[in-house]
């Protein structure tokens, strides 16, 4: 676990440094990615789903970028977008792609449909983050 919390804090910290974020701005993009991570394993652990997993882990990743970006003055995307780097199903992505190209049928759907609801719990997630906060801006206003 502790190597998978460490290769998520580089992960982001790699995308953060990509996105050309600054100084501390760095180093919070790497702990949202290593908490993400953390929260996604411990949901995971509980549950054993991946929907819901990714769902919360998503939910998180949302309202940590909306506090950073006002703490650091600095957009949110830049922050959602470095933090949920480890949610991303890249192995499921990647045996669907090997599925069609080998033309294994059952790896491709298999693999396509696990890759399809993650993105769709992650998306989920971030959108839910989105309306609360709309409306919340909309009430203190």
């Known amino acids: 676990m502790i190597i998978q919390l460490g290769a998520?804090?580089?992960?982001?910290?790699?995308f953060a440094i990509f996105l050309k974020m600054k100084g501390k701005q760095i180093f919070y993009a790497g702990l949202g990615g290593l908490v993400t991570w953390f929260i996604y394993l411990m949901v995971f652990e509980m549950c054993q789903s991946d929907f819901v997993s990714n769902l919360i882990a998503a939910v998180f990743v949302g309202v940590f970028a909306e506090v950073m970006a006002r703490v650091n003055r600095a957009p949110s995307t830049i922050f959602?977008?470095?933090a949920a780097i480890p949610l991303?199903?890249?192995?499921?992505?990647?045996y669907?792609?090997?599925?069609?190209?080998?033309?294994?049928?059952?790896?491709?759907v298999e693999s396509g449909m696990d890759a399809v609801i993650i993105a769709l719990a992650i998306s989920l997630g971030f959108v839910v983050v989105a309306v609360?906060?709309?409306?919340?801006?909309?009430?203190l206003k």
């Open 96 to 108: 669907t792609m090997y599925g069609l190209v080998s033309k294994d049928q059952v790896l491709f």
């Open 132 to 139: 609360i906060k709309r409306y919340a801006d909309k009430i």
């Open 8 to 14: 998520a804090f580089v992960g982001s910290i790699g």
């Open 88 to 94: 991303i199903p890249g192995g499921k992505l990647y």
């Open 80 to 82: 959602l977008t470095a």
